[in-house]
């Protein structure tokens, strides 16, 4: 079975270059666990699965991509899909060295991060619905400082919040040489207005906002049905966004030509005209838009889980990378906010082993021998303190068309994602 359709369909920009980047969001049907009466608690999970490498037909839309964000969804967990530059609708081009898809990552995942923070689900019995759809299906602008709708008392909120960085083939690759949660969050803290980074942030704001206000909006319905009629059992239509947040002439000028956002934002002209005269802004809200800078926000505890399909080990990645090390920081450098993506982690296993780590793979991948893998995953197993795991699935191949092997990938999906949440049920057996 097949991903659903997302909740929304957008861009960012990428902090690289400024390349337009096309991006989903998923929602689990359920974004409430309902305890005792009244008693209600939202978990923030939040996962992230990157595609295979873009010249050989890797995109979002790749079954194995899917399979595992699928099995992910159903655990309660919200998905986030993205295509690197070169790959489907995004713009650019594949790279020599990973470098800009390295940062093409992290551009998402810091918009994923500031998503999930946003996020204020109503306190309700009922699953709350996706967010109405637009019955055109036009791209709609941004209006980026809109007012935070009031948290419902009775909502019990987790203080903590549970991400997996994950990635299959070449996105795993890039996923295992992410910096620290704690460096991503860095890279947006303090953003200035018009710069790649601002952007993200009030892209996250708006979209979560969006949903929050759909959401209180149809959390009264009577007998299943949105405020607009639309039927909330069947599968939500998605809502697609483009266009700059920041206000005209205060976005920065790109390293490179800004004709691929241009083309963008050309479709929101008329738009943007229609809506202009409806947007209204507190004196607070004015005075935010005043502040040349985006105050840093303040996450609660982050758990990062990293999750490899398929990975790519030596020579393999070293040709897809043109042998340049993602990880060289240079000696001596001292890491700083604005610092290039690339030197933001110096020792890629690090992570993996001082993360909690899933690593699945076919013992007949044409890319990288069992012997290699087993040797890789043996070696970061036997780490002091590693929480580095893996599983090896007999007879897959690297692209997992043998008969049955889809399956037994679910399986070790589920059973990892129910391991790290602490959830009890049938676990398949793997």
Same mark, same amino acid.
């Given at each position: ?62 079954? @194995? ?8 969804? !159903?655990r309660g967990f919200v998905v986030g899909l993205f295509n690197f530059r070169g790959a489907g609708a995004s713009r650019g081009r594949t790279s ?69 960085? *994950? ?81 005209? *002439? ?13 083309? @963008?934002? !050309? ?11 409806? !947007? ?10 005043? /502040? ?38 240079? !000696? ?30 076919? /013992? ?30 007999? *007879? ?28 009890? *049920? ?5």
């Open positions: 079975m097949g991903l659903q359709e997302p909740i929304y369909n957008f861009a960012i920009p990428s902090i690289h270059d400024d390349t337009v980047l096309d991006c989903r969001i998923y929602h689990p049907e359920h974004l409430l666990h309902s305890g005792p009466e009244g008693n209600s608690t939202w978990k923030r999970k939040g996962a992230i699965i990157a595609h295979p490498y873009a010249p050989l037909g890797g995109c979002f839309d790749d079954p @194995v991509v899917e399979v595992v964000a699928n099995e992910i969804l !159903k020599w060295t990973a470098k800009p898809e390295l940062a093409d990552y992290i551009s998402f995942a810091g918009f994923f991060i500031h998503y999930l923070l946003g996020l204020e689900p109503p306190l309700s019995t009922k699953p709350p619905p996706p967010v109405r759809s637009l019955s055109d299906h036009t791209l709609t602008p941004i209006q980026s400082l809109l007012t935070v709708p009031t948290r419902p008392s009775g909502l019990m909120q987790d203080v903590s919040m549970t991400l997996i960085f *994950g990635g299959y083939s070449y996105g795993s690759l890039i996923a295992s040489h992410l910096p620290s949660t704690e460096g991503i969050l860095e890279r947006f803290a303090d953003a200035a207005r018009g710069t790649a980074e601002a952007e993200i942030r009030l892209r996250a704001q708006h979209l979560s906002r969006q949903w929050n206000r759909e959401a209180e909006r149809d959390s009264g319905s009577h007998r299943g049905r949105s405020s607009n009629g639309r039927d909330l059992k069947n599968p939500c239509i998605s809502v697609a966004f483009g266009g700059d947040e920041c206000e005209p *002439g205060s976005r920065r000028p790109s390293r490179e030509p800004r004709r691929n956002v241009d083309r @963008v934002r !050309k479709s929101f002209d008329e738009a943007r005209k229609h809506i202009n005269h409806h !947007k209204r802004h507190s004196r607070e809200e004015e005075d935010n838009a005043a /502040d040349p800078h985006l105050s840093a926000v303040n996450p609660p505890p982050v758990n990062t889980h990293y999750l490899l399909i398929s990975p790519l080990l030596p020579p393999t990645s070293m040709f897809l990378t043109c042998f340049s090390n993602l990880g060289d920081t240079g !000696k001596g450098k001292q890491q700083q906010s604005h610092s290039a993506p690339e030197e933001l982690n110096s020792s890629p296993e690090s992570n993996l082993i001082a993360n909690p780590t899933m690593a699945i793979y076919g /013992d007949e991948d044409k890319f990288v021998s069992r012997k290699k893998l087993r040797k890789w995953a043996d070696g970061l197993v036997n780490k002091p303190d590693s929480l580095f795991r893996f599983h090896e699935v007999a *007879g897959a191949g690297h692209f997992w068309h043998e008969d049955g092997v889809i399956t037994q990938l679910r399986g070790s999906v589920n059973a990892w994602v129910q391991d790290l949440t602490g959830e009890q *049920g049938n676990r398949p057996i793997i």
